[in-house]
């Protein structure tokens, strides 16, 4: 597989910003490409020296393959990330002062709904109770979400 000439400056230049780990683990990986390279051609039944383009293809080869391992890693960091952002803005929403009310009202709520209320009766238990208007939907949809 030969490799373009902008793809293998690009390549190399990938190359001399990574660390030393990284470096080093790009070479060991060009080792073995070449000698894969190498056993496939003496099994062909070719010559097989080492040469100068040999190590540079295994070398281009090598930095292509740990890039393409980096950005796909990458992608899934991306897509964790998408994630978090989500579950981080669903839990940022605060909830009204209304729903507050009712969820610490639940119990009683919980009573009332037990004795065969209806959640226009119960919320207007609870507006005579706190003073507050609340909806009889606030109260289903809070009711349902804590009583599943």
């Known amino acids: ?29 060009a080792m073995d490409l070449r000698r894969q390279n190498l056993n496939r051609l003496r099994a062909a039944g070719n010559e097989a020296t080492n040469s100068p383009e040999i190590e540079e293809q295994s070398l281009a080869r090598a930095i ?15 897509k964790i990330a998408v994630t978090r952002v989500a579950a981080t803005k669903n839990s940022n929403r605060k909830k009204s002062p209304k729903t507050d009310l009712v969820i610490t009202l639940m119990p009683e709520i919980a009573k009332l709904r037990d004795t065969g209320m209806s959640f226009v009766e119960i ?14 939907s606030t109260i289903q949809s809070v009711y349902s979400e804590y009583h599943k």
Do not use: N
């Not at 490799?3 to 990986?29: I, P, Y």
């Not at 740990?66 to 990458?74: A, D, I, V």
């Not at 919320?123 to 009889?136: E, H, M, P």
């Open 64 to 78: 292509v393959e740990m890039r393409r391992e980096r950005l796909k890693s990458s992608e899934e960091l991306e």
């Open 1 to 29: 597989m030969m490799l373009s000439e902008e793809v293998t400056k690009k390549g190399f230049a990938w190359l001399s910003r990574q660390t030393a780990a990284m470096r080093t683990e790009v070479f060991r990986l």
């Open 123 to 136: 919320a207007r238990v609870l507006k005579k109770k706190t003073r507050k208007g609340i909806s009889k």
